[in-house]
């Protein structure tokens, strides 16, 4: 395995697990204006993301920098092509964390109802950007010697927006599952119910982005050419139908556990059928940005390696001990005593 192949790999795990887990971030964050019934439940629901959304934006930031310094062309590339839906998300993501740490500063209503709706915007935008900008780098942009001729408007095309409804469908059915898995009372019960029914949206997206995939985009032409990647596909739809099995049993966590695992493994289906491009040409295949002619030195990601295997493990040990120290249910009854850390 060369170098570009094995970063190739932890380009698209850093992807994957950060959609996983800021995933259930954003979903919240778009569920919380209309599954709350009151402020405490607001409270509750921002509660349990509190202490975990800025940890969980660390595996975004590890994934720019991944894509930085092993793949510079490709980075240079995708925030010039991209340049505008990035800023968005970028933004977007500024003003959700503001909203979640700005909202109890000031005790009013209007103040609240304000940072509300920035925290929806916020969340919404990302989920959404992401999905569409993910969708045409799988189906290619217009790329040729003299450079990119899209748009941004070009950019919000049929499989774009599918794969963008496909991410905020993933997104919310997460969100609902660790709602209700993280908070009590008729909170939590009415977030299973909603994963339940979000549950049925995000099936019908799943087979419309399985079937559109084939019609717009090259992916399969891996999986084709080397059946045994089926099982990653599969195993996802696997995981899939198990977080609704699990959530219908009341096993709130193992649900939780299956949802994440369609993220990852949904987004390494693409990543496979992408191989060995990072960003294809739908206009001629040779003007294709691939982890071979956009790469750094063999030196750098040798020394990115060793980096990598360093520090990459304390970020989960920490990530982990975050959450076992938070994983106390955020109830109405918590928050009455308006614990330190909540």
Do not use: C
């Not at 490709?74 to 500024?94: D, E, G, H, K, V």
């Not at 966590?253 to 739908?282: E, M």
């Not at 975050?322 to 009455?336: C, D, G, I, M, N």
């Amino acid at each position: 395995m060369t170098l570009q192949v094995l970063w190739f790999i932890l380009w698209g795990l850093l992807w994957a697990v950060y959609f996983a887990l800021d995933g259930f971030d954003l979903g919240s964050g778009m569920l919380y204006n209309f599954l709350a019934r009151n402020d405490t439940e607001k409270r509750m629901i921002l509660g349990s993301v509190g202490p975990v959304w800025n940890g969980n934006e660390v595996w975004l930031v590890t994934a720019g920098g991944a894509t930085f310094a092993a793949f510079p062309g490709t980075y240079a590339a995708m925030f010039s092509f991209l340049y505008l839906p990035l800023l968005i998300i970028l933004w977007a993501l500024i003003i959700r964390g503001v909203s979640i740490e700005f909202r109890e500063r000031v005790d009013g209503d209007r103040w609240r109802k304000v940072w509300d709706v920035l925290a929806l915007v916020g969340s919404f935008f990302p989920a959404l950007l992401f999905g569409v900008a993910f969708g045409n780098i799988f189906q290619g942009l217009l790329i040729d010697a003299t450079g990119y001729h899209g748009t941004f408007f070009g950019l919000l095309n049929v499989y774009g927006l599918l794969t963008g409804l496909l991410f905020l469908a993933l997104f919310l059915h997460h969100g609902a599952l660790w709602i209700s898995m993280r908070t009590g009372d008729d909170l939590g019960r009415r977030a299973a119910s909603l994963s339940s029914k979000l549950w049925y949206v995000l099936l019908g997206l799943a087979v419309l982005f399985l079937a559109a995939t084939a019609l717009y985009t090259k992916l399969y032409s891996n999986f084709l050419a080397a059946p045994g990647w089926f099982v990653v596909p599969l195993i996802a739809v696997v995981a899939l139908l198990a977080s609704r099995l699990f959530s219908a049993q009341g096993k709130t966590l193992l649900a939780f556990s299956a949802s994440g695992a369609t993220i990852i493994l949904i987004v390494f289906t693409g990543i496979i059928g992408l191989y060995p491009n990072l960003i294809p040409s739908s206009m001629d295949p040779a003007h294709s940005l691939t982890i071979f002619n956009s790469s750094s030195s063999a030196l750098t990601l040798t020394v990115m390696t060793v980096v990598a295997a360093i520090f990459v493990p304390i970020v989960i040990v920490y990530q982990f001990v975050v959450y076992r120290f938070f994983r106390k249910p955020v109830t109405a009854k918590l928050l009455e005593g308006e614990l330190e850390g909540y």
